[in-house]
């Protein structure tokens, strides 16, 4: 795995144990997520989840509501399947998930991300940032939430890209 490296002047920020992030790849403007260090993959809740080829590759058809337990309708999501991995869920059971890949903000911080899918209703989240998601840019401040984030903040136009450097 490669570093991050920023464009922009380096720094860690710090973030709260739970924050809101948008997904522009998934067109998912709000969705709030628990930092959660103890997770290595990054997972996205997703149900009704279908697998087709579009030549080569293969992609992921998805649903996801955003807000939980929220009457707004669901988002159809679609992504390219960039491999598949064996995650093993917090209750030590072992399941072999779709990983896609997508750009993540939070405030005005945008970075790449890999994403298992898998659905997470009865979570008390719909996403989990995990520890690669955040590795070499991100402090976790356990005691504190939406640091970065609030449900009224709005995102700025200029933004710190994060981009991966292979080693």
């Not at 992030?21 to 997520?33: C, F, G, R, Y």
Request: hydrophobic share 40%; with cysteine; net charge positive.
């Amino acid at each position: 795995m490669g570093k991050f490296k920023k464009d922009l002047k380096s720094k860690k920020h710090i973030v709260g144990w739970r924050e809101w992030v948008s997904l522009p790849d998934l067109h998912i403007q709000k969705i709030k997520v628990k930092v959660d260090t103890g997770a290595r993959t990054s997972t996205l809740h997703a149900a009704h989840i279908s697998v087709f080829k579009r030549g080569k590759y293969e992609y992921v058809r998805f649903s996801v509501d955003p807000i939980q337990a929220s009457k707004t309708p669901h988002k159809v999501c679609t992504a390219r399947i960039i491999e598949r991995r064996q995650i093993m869920s917090s209750i030590g059971v072992a399941t072999l998930r779709p990983i896609i890949r997508t750009k993540i903000c939070l405030a005005d911080i945008e970075w790449s991300i890999e994403v298992t899918l898998v659905n997470r209703d009865i979570m008390g989240f719909r996403m989990l940032i995990g520890r690669q998601a955040i590795r070499g840019n991100f402090f976790v401040d356990p005691g504190r939430s939406f640091i970065l984030s609030s449900e009224k903040s709005k995102r700025t136009k200029s933004k710190i890209q994060l981009r991966r450097v292979e080693q």
